[in-house]
């Protein structure tokens, strides 16, 4: 089968893939692929896994979505394409935004343009560790990915 080149991904609207892009609009859980055909699996039966998959990658090719990389052992989607960083528990896996970092406290070398910045946070959350509430503890530790 000759597939015309990728320039222009295109979109085809069906009721399934509108419930993902409801269900994506304003979510700031940053679901799974699996999260979100879990969720919407109930409201159609028949939907498979492939067409979630597929619709998140055409929505990446977009520009409506973004790929997050902070749970290391699956990719989790974001709405909210505006420059922001996000911490991860590590205990329940919740991820919450977090406002993106400056890009002049980057400490890039002389004459190397900063284009953006990808801050991880890695932490315990309140639910997680309520015997920590009282202790100072930070729970904010900066992990660096490989
Ligand atoms: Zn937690
Ligand atoms: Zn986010």
């Known amino acids: 089968m000759n597939k015309p080149p990728k320039k222009q991904p295109d979109f085809r609207m069906t009721p399934q893939r ?73 205990s329940c896996g919740t991820i919450a935004d977090l406002p993106a970092p400056k890009l002049r406290a980057a400490r890039a070398p002389k004459g190397f343009k900063v284009l953006r910045c990808n801050v991880e946070f890695y932490g315990v959350c309140r639910r997680c560790a309520p015997g920590t509430a009282k202790k100072e503890t930070s729970s904010c530790q900066k992990k660096k990915r490989r």
């Open 18 to 90: 509108a419930g993902i892009l409801h269900f994506l609009e304003g979510n700031k859980s940053h679901p799974s692929a699996e999260d979100i055909y879990a969720r919407l699996r109930r409201k159609f039966p028949g939907m498979s896994f492939a067409t979630v998959y597929n619709t998140l990658q055409s929505l990446l090719a977009l520009g409506g979505l973004t790929e997050i990389k902070i749970d290391g052992s699956r990719a989790r989607f974001d709405p909210d394409c505006k420059p922001h960083s996000h911490l991860m528990c590590v």
